[in-house]
């Protein structure tokens, strides 16, 4: 394998001109809001450093992630950040296959030993030795540990990789466990969602590449650039929220008019993602803007927290139509059904005892 | 008894002068005047204790309403421009704002557990190492279930409603201020303070949904609580040895009769 050229030396060899990289740098700036200020330095850093070399594994996935960050829609993205990122492993992406697909994964490894990072789609089966995830000949679990030993840094793409995803949904026969669970020995980000949106995905590297650092995580180990805030926080519906103005069928006028899909079922508000603010498809929409609530795919195990289409999630444990009103209303009514009883039962019990005593005897 | 020391005409007719010197009016007999001295009292419930009692039934009555109101809101308002409108917003203030109310309020009555008499204690703490005190609960449940005849008489609360105030009040109200608190913090803003001392229960809990179900079985159980209190405050003030309801007003506990036991 050759030197890893710069980024910006892989740019001019695309043809992309100065003037175009130094747009390039400017957009990327805004997307991470940094500010006017750190245009230089992103430039510099592009100019300067050579490229992160990234090994890229899937486990049990749907491959949504690597869709959607194809379709990155920022400038340039489509062509330079696979360039930028010298990305010299991802079995989907890349010409080489079998023996030789491998063989690069492994020159990687032994080449930049602590210096890659290791990008992880999707999420390992541990059941049965791992056996439902099969990658190379071995289990994926085994290349996984494999890859992180030497990795600097880890990534944990989607919600597979964060959180687990549907494989992982109750009860989980495979096992499948989020990486975080699996490599407990280096610095991981998860950039949660199904999939995560596009620029999201290459914010965060591009943020990694310029800085040589981690960007800032929550509690959760999230960029808190992008999962900072709810979609609620930043949803263009919020004042007809406040307004107390919700759709209440899928055809109603409310939902002509754009009303607030909380009534929907919309997870919005218990959903942390940049949707309401980056959206998708180059910034096209997002899909509360479609006239569908967010199903908070972003969210940890969100596809135990009941229907996509009810605010109060259903307990499975209290029957299929279970929810945390119907059982309070429930308890109450057996509650109230029994004071009324009880207040009968007293008050019979209390006449008969004054019918029984006389009037020289002990009042009761 | 009561009225045993009264079929003896001549004894009473004795003791007249003493009753009619006594402060009672209105349409009391001379009867009610031989009764009334007899009768015991005692100040259970100092002004801050109940001052306590009627601003959390409020509070809770209107966190219980809007709450509801927030997980599954009333039918859509469209009477203006939602710029101009702010209904949901309304109910969600005063759920925050009563919230507020009853969280400054339990830390008041913590307080006054401290600087209070005994009884101002006896919600936080359950005697558990008390074999009397099993015995009572026995006694009391014995008595709920009409196997009883006569129940005890209690200057404070009966070992079976210390109970309820214990799990229902001290830790419903304690978890309902937790998990209402992180849930508050996601609206108030990552790094704020609330978000830094109550947001890690989210993750804790594994969610904000899931604290959102939590809150609402919470709020169900705290309704739950205040039918039974209602309930039973009203049965004993009718049916036990003691006032109720009025204590709750005036805070001095009356007694129905004289009996030690």
């Known amino acids: 394998m050759s030197e890893i050229e710069t980024f910006y030396d892989v740019m001019r060899r695309q043809g992309i001109t100065r003037r175009s990289f130094m747009k390039y740098c400017s957009l990327t700036a805004s997307a991470l809001g940094l500010g006017p200020a750190f245009v230089p330095q992103i430039a510099?850093?592009?100019?300067?450093?050579?490229?992160?070399?990234?090994?890229?594994v899937h486990g049990l996935e749907c491959t949504c992630c690597s869709e959607s960050f194809i379709r990155?829609?920022?400038?340039?993205?489509?062509?330079?950040?696979?360039?930028?990122?010298?990305?010299?492993?991802?079995?989907?992406?890349?010409?080489?296959?079998g023996h030789a697909a491998e063989a690069a994964m492994m020159d990687t490894i032994e080449k930049y030993k602590g210096q890659y990072i290791l990008a992880v789609e999707g999420n390992p089966p541990l059941n049965e030795d791992g056996m439902f995830c099969i990658s190379g000949g071995k289990p994926f679990v085994e290349k996984l540990k494999m890859a992180a030993k030497d990795a600097k840094a880890v990534i944990s793409w989607g919600a597979c990789a964060s959180y687990g995803c549907v494989q992982a949904a109750k009860p989980n026969p495979t096992q499948a466990t989020p990486v975080h669970k699996v490599i407990t020995d280096k610095p991981i980000i998860k950039v949660p969602g199904c999939p995560p949106i596009a620029e999201v995905m290459t914010g965060v590297i591009t943020y990694m590449l310029t800085f040589d650092r981690m960007p800032e995580l929550d509690r959760q180990g999230r960029p808190a650039m992008f999962y900072g805030q709810r979609i609620h926080d930043k949803c263009y519906r919020r004042a007809h929220f406040d307004a107390g103005q919700f759709v209440e069928e899928w055809d109603d006028e409310g939902a002509r008019?754009?009303?607030?899909?909380?009534?929907?079922?919309c997870k919005g508000p218990t959903t942390y993602n940049a949707c309401s603010t980056v959206r998708w498809n180059e910034g096209v929409s997002f899909p509360i803007q479609s006239g569908h609530g967010c199903i908070g795919c972003s969210e940890d195990g969100f596809w135990d927290q009941g229907t996509f289409y009810d605010r109060v999630t259903s307990l499975a444990q209290f029957g299929v139509e279970g929810n945390a009103d119907s059982v309070g209303m429930a308890a109450a009514g057996v509650v109230g059904t029994g004071i009324a009883a009880h207040a009968a039962v007293s008050a019979l019990k209390s006449a008969q005892a004054k019918a029984q005593s006389k009037p020289s005897t002990e009042e009761v | 008894?009561?009225?045993?020391?009264?079929?003896?005409?001549?004894?009473?007719r004795s003791k007249l002068d003493f009753y009619s010197t006594s402060p009672l009016t209105g349409d009391a007999t001379d009867q009610d005047r031989a009764t009334v001295t007899r009768r015991t009292s005692?100040?259970?419930?100092?002004?801050?204790?109940?001052?306590?009692?009627?601003?959390?039934?409020?509070?809770?009555?209107?966190?219980?309403?809007?709450g509801y109101f927030i997980g599954?809101?009333?039918?859509?308002?469209?009477?203006?421009?939602?710029?101009?409108?702010f209904t949901f917003g309304y109910i969600r203030f005063a759920h925050f704002a009563a919230a507020m109310v009853m969280t400054i309020g339990f830390f008041g009555r913590i307080y006054w557990a401290f600087v209070g008499n005994h009884h101002a204690r006896q919600m936080f703490m359950l005697p558990v190492w008390d074999k009397k005190w099993w015995a009572e609960v026995v006694q009391e449940m014995k008595w709920y279930a009409f196997l009883e005849k006569r129940p005890k008489k209690y200057v404070g609360h009966n070992p079976l409603a210390q109970i309820a105030m214990f799990f229902f009040m001290t830790v419903g109200l304690s978890f309902m201020i937790l998990t209402g608190f992180a849930l508050y913090s996601e609206g108030v803003g990552r790094g704020s303070l609330v978000d830094m001392l109550f947001g890690p229960l989210l993750d804790f809990v594994g969610g904000s949904q899931m604290m959102h179900t939590l809150h609402h079985l919470g709020m169900w159980a705290i309704v739950i609580f205040m039918m039974i209190h209602i309930y039973a405050a009203i049965r004993e003030d009718i049916m036990s040895r003691q006032s109720m309801v009025s204590t709750m007003i005036s805070g001095t506990r009356t007694f129905k009769d004289d009996d030690p036991e």
Not at chain 1, 259 to 265: A, Q, S, T
Not at chain 2, 44 to 66: D, K
Request: proline share 7%.
């Open chain 2, 1 to 12: 008894m009561k009225v045993d020391v009264y079929e003896e005409k001549e004894d009473v």
């Open chain 1, 257 to 265: 008019k754009g009303y607030c899909l909380y009534k929907m079922g």
């Open chain 2, 42 to 66: 005692v100040y259970v419930y100092e002004a801050p204790v109940r001052l306590w009692h009627w601003i959390n039934a409020a509070a809770i009555m209107v966190l219980c309403v809007t």
């Open chain 1, 44 to 56: 510099h850093a592009m100019e300067t450093k050579p490229r992160t070399p990234v090994i890229w």
């Open chain 2, 72 to 85: 599954s809101p009333p039918p859509s308002i469209d009477v203006a421009e939602a710029a101009n409108q």
């Open chain 1, 72 to 97: 990155s829609a920022h400038p340039l993205a489509k062509d330079v950040v696979l360039s930028m990122i010298s990305l010299d492993y991802d079995d989907t992406l890349m010409a080489a296959a």
